[in-house]
């Protein structure tokens, strides 16, 4: 049978059939949920069970009231009523699978590889800004990368893949692939988007190759002409970890709206700059975010801290924290 999902405190209701999750459903009826991996490891998609019983993959039942129940991987087995963190309306998804052609691959660092696609002659890729795609492998398994590159530019897909010891990507295929090799993908994926609403200033909080989604959300609001003041704090182990420093500056010496600040963890003793947790290198700046909206990307530990520091510490609003977790790719998550 068909069940009913209702959201507290709105006229919000949609069907959820007994085998779908409630985020699938809620996409499907043209509400957006906030979401990264949809494998039940980020968080991302979080919220409350306020009323009913809920099937979660590989954690028993969620019986209302019940909080921090992964909207990903829950399936009524009632009609339900819930708190998600958000949820707005848009447009249904479309999402299309093709095979693109490998045209160029570049290793700015030896851990890095940026991997640009081409799409078919005519076909131009549909995506918002900070959105992801899928790369299916030979057996269907599939890894989720963050496309790097801005939407107006969409003959073709920038994709920047992070070498992971035993990934079988970035080991197994990345290491095969050459000029028109061909990759099957599906995109887009993930609500990590700049909030169209709003004129808050942003801060943005990379760690490793979470500066992949930041890349196309900057680059895609100047392109806009944005009002917005950006401020990137991309955090890593050593200086050559920030892999592209020279956008960032270009961006920074570009617009006056726009600041880069990187940060080291382990740095040499010849680095002049921030070190420390990248996170906390934005406390130091700024003690009050309570005016400001974050987008986090990176390590699940990066950016838990990130929100529960900038929460409780700073006064950020938790709904104006944005996130996009990212663990190596066997766990199945958007590793950017």
């Not at 035993?166 to 099957?184: C, I, N």
């Not at 993908?185 to 930041?214: K, M």
């Not at 934005?282 to 699940?300: I, K, N, Q, R, T």
């Not at 006064?315 to 996130?323: I, Q, S």
Request: with cysteine.
């Amino acid at each position: 049978m068909t069940y009913q999902v209702t959201v507290t405190g709105s006229d919000i209701n949609f069907p959820c059939e007994p085998d779908e999750s409630v985020l699938d459903a809620a996409e499907r009826a043209g509400y957006a949920i906030p979401y990264s991996c949809r494998k039940g490891v980020c968080s991302s998609c979080e919220g409350a069970l306020d009323a009913g019983s809920l099937a979660v993959r590989c954690r028993g039942t969620a019986q209302g009231p019940e909080n921090g129940v992964l909207f990903c991987q829950a399936q009524p087995t009632t009609d339900v009523v819930i708190t998600p963190k958000r949820i707005t309306e848009r447009d249904k998804v479309v999402r299309k699978q093709l095979t693109a052609k490998v045209h160029r691959i570049t290793r700015p660092t030896p851990d890095v590889a940026v991997v640009q696609l081409r799409l078919p002659t005519g076909v131009r890729a549909k995506f918002a800004a900070g959105q992801y795609l899928k790369v299916f492998l030979d057996d269907g398994d599939s890894r989720n990368y963050s496309m790097a590159n801005p939407p107006h530019e969409n003959d073709g897909v920038q994709l920047h893949i992070r070498h992971v010891q035993g990934g079988r990507f970035s080991e197994e295929v990345l290491r095969t692939l050459e000029k028109g090799s061909k990759l099957r993908i599906e995109l887009p994926y993930g609500e990590f988007s700049l909030n169209p609403d709003s004129d808050r200033p942003v801060i943005f909080v990379a760690s490793g190759t979470g500066f992949a989604p930041v890349k196309s959300i900057v680059e895609d609001h100047l392109k806009r002409g944005g009002e917005r003041s950006l401020h990137l704090y991309w955090g890593a182990r050593r200086q050559e970890d920030i892999y592209l420093p020279e956008l960032p500056e270009k961006w920074a010496s570009v617009s006056d709206r726009v600041s880069f600040t990187p940060v080291l963890s382990h740095p040499a003793e010849d680095w002049t700059g921030r070190t420390g947790l990248v996170h906390r290198a934005v406390l130091e700046d700024l003690a009050d975010l309570s005016g400001h909206e974050v987008y986090a990307c990176g390590s699940p530990a990066m950016t838990s801290a990130a929100r529960e520091d900038f929460v409780h510490e700073a006064g950020l609003a938790p709904d104006n924290f944005y996130c996009d977790a990212f663990v190596p790719s066997g766990d199945l998550v958007v590793t950017a």
